[in-house]
């Protein structure tokens, strides 16, 4: 097997994102504060409620998730910034709903000193191409793979629930001039479409050539998944601005749902099984916002039976808030005919995400073997054990095996399962 295969290449558009995921991660906490502010002082308390249930929720689930691959890992750290800390110490900090930025200042250490490494020295002159990929670079893919899963989990956890919280204040109201509710549906839905291609980029590194993939194929992917999260959260949206009690009956009853099929699938992503179990149940709520890859194997049919439950609902939803709409209309004025057109949109806007979709798996989706995913075949293959009398005659004739890439095992299962 080819060298190319168990490399990791950290492109400047990968340190790109890393720069812009920790201000925008903090520009996301600030609107938070904003928000909790602005519902506190209009006695919306309600909606603080349910603000608060979402950003407490989410930072636990992030934390107990960045806690037990800290665990799973032995606690080995790979930066100077993660090893600072003893592990009570750490465990503190994972307490003080701390521990991800932790997470967060590693990968932005590794970051810039891979950046570093690739400057030529003046004495040497260029490097060559071995030298311009050393064990930091490495070291710093296999981070970022941690960090854009905590992504996701945040996202789905906090950012898209949000998402359809603030729609559904503006259904309510009728207003959309309130300028925080217009800075945070932008900024989430910076936030999502930042998530998903950070997290299609790292599903990309396990490939043997990474460096022949168009960014076509990242962009079509980005703005597939945007299309049909935007299309479920305003579906969502629009049920609960009519009946906002039975929205959280809509989840729980979705949520078992989905937590069913995700148990069924018998996923294999934790090293433990209370850890698999709260990954199955991660799975759940983030399949109630979109589509997300959890085997490996075939999923056609589990993609098109997901896809047709999740269409399905969103006819529902729109059918009762249109239904709402006209026989307990709000205060606002709005004409039938706009009603259903709207709902029709909805339903459309989704059925144009699943032919993107088609377009993306038909033209731009690899379709590989287990063993071609990078960080399976060095681990995979079998070892000639030498005879006694052959030791030193091997080690003189064989050169030094190159050193193991440092290869995220977690990461690796989500690509076998979008990839294989």
């Given at each position: ?22 201000p ?10 904003w928000a909790?502010?602005i ?15 979402l ?10 998730y960045?806690?037990l691959?800290y665990?799973?890992?032995?606690f080995?750290?790979?930066?100077k ?8 110490q ?9 521990g ?12 810039v ?17 071995g030298?311009q ?9 296999s981070?970022t793979?941690d ?6 989990i945040?996202?789905f956890?906090?950012s ?11 259904l309510?109201?009728?207003?959309v ?12 839905t ?69 937590f ?9 992503f ?7 179990w709260?990954y199955r149940?991660?799975?759940g709520?983030?399949w109630?916002?979109n ?9 056609r049919?589990r993609?098109?039976l ?13 059918a ?8 307990d209309?709000?205060?606002?004025v709005?004409?039938p ?9 909805v339903?459309?806007?989704?059925v ?62 989500l690509?076998e399962?979008?990839?294989?």
């Amino acid at each position: 097997m080819s060298d190319t295969q168990g490399e990791s290449k950290y492109s400047c558009w990968d340190f790109l994102i890393t720069c812009v995921g920790l201000p925008l991660f903090l520009t996301d906490i600030g609107l938070d504060i904003w928000a909790a502010v602005i519902f506190y002082q209009e006695k919306a308390y309600a909606c603080l409620g349910v603000l608060l249930l979402l950003l407490v929720g989410s930072t636990l689930l992030a934390q107990a998730y960045s806690w037990l691959w800290y665990s799973y890992d032995q606690f080995k750290m790979k930066t100077k910034v993660e090893g600072l800390p003893t592990q009570r110490q750490l465990m503190v900090l994972h307490v003080c709903q701390l521990g991800v930025y932790v997470r967060h200042a590693g990968v932005l250490e590794m970051a810039v000193q891979s950046m570093y490494n690739r400057l030529p020295d003046p004495e040497k002159g260029a490097l060559t191409p071995g030298e311009q990929k050393p064990k930091t670079e490495d070291i710093t893919v296999s981070l970022t793979h941690d960090l854009s899963m905590l992504r996701i989990i945040e996202t789905f956890s906090e950012s898209a629930p949000q998402l359809t919280l603030m729609l559904t204040i503006i259904l309510q109201t009728g207003d959309v001039t309130i300028k925080i509710f217009k800075i945070h549906i932008s900024t989430f839905t910076s936030s999502i479409a930042f998530t998903v291609t950070a997290y299609h980029r790292s599903l990309r590194s396990f490939l043997p050539d990474k460096e022949k993939q168009q960014i076509t194929s990242s962009v079509i992917y980005f703005i597939w998944n945007l299309v049909l999260i935007s299309s479920r959260l305003t579906a969502l949206a629009l049920f609960a601005s009519v009946l906002p009690c039975f929205i959280f009956t809509h989840f729980i009853c979705s949520w078992l749902v989905l937590f069913f099929f995700a148990w069924r699938s018998k996923t294999e992503f934790m090293e433990s099984p209370c850890g698999e179990w709260l990954y199955r149940a991660t799975v759940g709520l983030i399949w109630y916002f979109n589509w997300f890859s959890v085997v490996e194997g075939k999923t056609r049919y589990r993609t098109a039976l997901y896809h047709g439950y999740i269409l399905t609902d969103i006819c529902i939803l729109c059918a009762v808030w249109c239904w709402k709409m006209s026989t307990d209309p709000p205060d606002f004025v709005i004409e039938p005919m706009h009603t259903l057109i709207t709902a029709a949109c909805v339903v459309a806007v989704y059925v144009l995400g699943l032919i993107l979709k088609a377009i993306y798996y038909k033209l731009f989706h690899p379709n590989l073997d287990k063993n071609k995913i990078k960080g399976t075949s060095r681990e995979q293959q079998p070892v000639n054990e030498p005879n006694v009398g052959d030791e030193l005659d091997a080690a003189k004739a064989t050169p030094s095996p190159p050193p193991q890439p440092c290869c995220n095992k977690r990461m690796r299962k989500l690509a076998e399962s979008f990839y294989c």
